[in-house]
């Protein structure tokens, strides 16, 4: 985990000579041709990516809610290929590339409900281009997600998640130095033993597991390299900075939150531009859950969105990809 405090974070970034040896290096440990000439023609994209992204969430900090997810999601975006940059020098290389990748209901129906609307994953596109040059996924055409499974995929939600739906989706794991300890009690909603949870979750990590002694409450473990993104399917709440273990099995568990910010942030920017009567009376009516668990969310995506892509941009200076 690299440390962050806020968008001073990036300003060794906003150096064109430093940022060209940033790039140098993440291209030659690619193995990438003319590692030097590309970082040198892409030192300043990278740099005006940064800065444009960030406009975008200062900008976010001083709107109004109904204009708030447009802000923020393309502050994401910029964010992003800035991201991309530190891999694919040649990006874009076609117009393919540059559309949201993802889509979602045209025209919404009636009684609506946010929390049952989806997402749906597209063959080409900005979303699975970065899923597959970011985090190494391929093949994800036609996946859907809703807006209440992607919501339970945020660690920071899971106290709101048990105050309004009684249900928590988030267990905390306690970290003393370089030792993980996770309470059993997963085990129960996992209804499974201690050994098929465990055997069950070296199946589904990124990283390699290595489990210490247990003791009657907690199972104890380490990773070898414990980056925000390797340790999936835990994730880190900054919040209270703490980690955390889904209470829930499911095929997002696995998908980095980088990307589940991105899917929420596309439905809700699409929700703000082309659904305002729906959206305005969400946000002047307030008349379920929708409108507590959209505003929670879009205050903490505008700390956590930078926040996970410095990681990205750290591990990469780190090589640890």
């Not at 030659?28 to 960030?54: C, D, M, T, V």
């Not at 970065?130 to 995929?153: C, N, R, T, V, Y």
Request: one cysteine or more; a neutral charge.
């Amino acid at each position: 985990m690299f440390t962050y405090t806020n968008w001073n974070s990036f300003l060794p970034f906003f150096s064109a000579n430093s940022t060209q040896d940033y790039l140098k290096t993440c291209y030659q440990q690619r193995n990438l041709e003319n590692a030097e000439i590309s970082s040198y023609e892409k030192s300043y994209p990278f740099i005006y990516y940064l800065e444009h992204g960030q406009i975008y969430y200062k900008q976010a900090e001083l709107a109004p809610l109904i204009i708030q997810p447009i802000l923020l999601f393309y502050g994401l975006v910029h964010l992003i290929k800035a991201c991309i940059l530190t891999i694919d020098p040649n990006y874009p290389e076609t117009t393919s590339v540059l559309a949201h990748g993802v889509s979602t209901r045209k025209k919404k129906k009636q009684q609506y409900q946010f929390f049952q609307d989806e997402v749906k994953i597209q063959k080409s596109g900005l979303f699975p281009y970065m899923a597959e040059k970011m985090f190494h996924m391929k093949q994800l055409e036609g996946e859907k997600a809703s807006m209440e499974e992607l919501l339970m995929q945020i660690p920071e939600l899971s106290t709101f998640f048990s105050r309004l739906e009684g249900k928590s989706t988030f267990i905390p794991i306690k970290k003393q130095q370089d030792t993980f300890s996770l309470s059993k009690c997963i085990l129960d909603q996992y209804h499974m033993t201690e050994s098929r949870f465990i055997d069950y979750w070296k199946t589904k990590s990124i990283s390699e597991i290595l489990i210490e002694d247990s003791d009657q409450d907690f199972i104890n473990f380490k990773y070898p390299h414990s980056h925000i993104d390797n340790i999936l399917p835990i994730k880190f709440s900054l919040e209270d900075s703490q980690y955390a273990f889904p209470l829930k099995k499911g095929t997002l568990n696995n998908i980095p939150e980088l990307l589940i910010h991105y899917l929420l942030l596309y439905n809700l920017s699409m929700i703000a531009r082309y659904e305002t009567e729906w959206w305005s009376e969400i946000i002047k009516m307030m008349p379920n859950r929708d409108y507590p668990f959209i505003q929670t969310f879009l205050n903490m995506t505008s700390k956590k969105g930078p926040f996970l892509i410095y990681q990205f941009l750290m591990k990469e200076r780190q090589l640890l990809c």
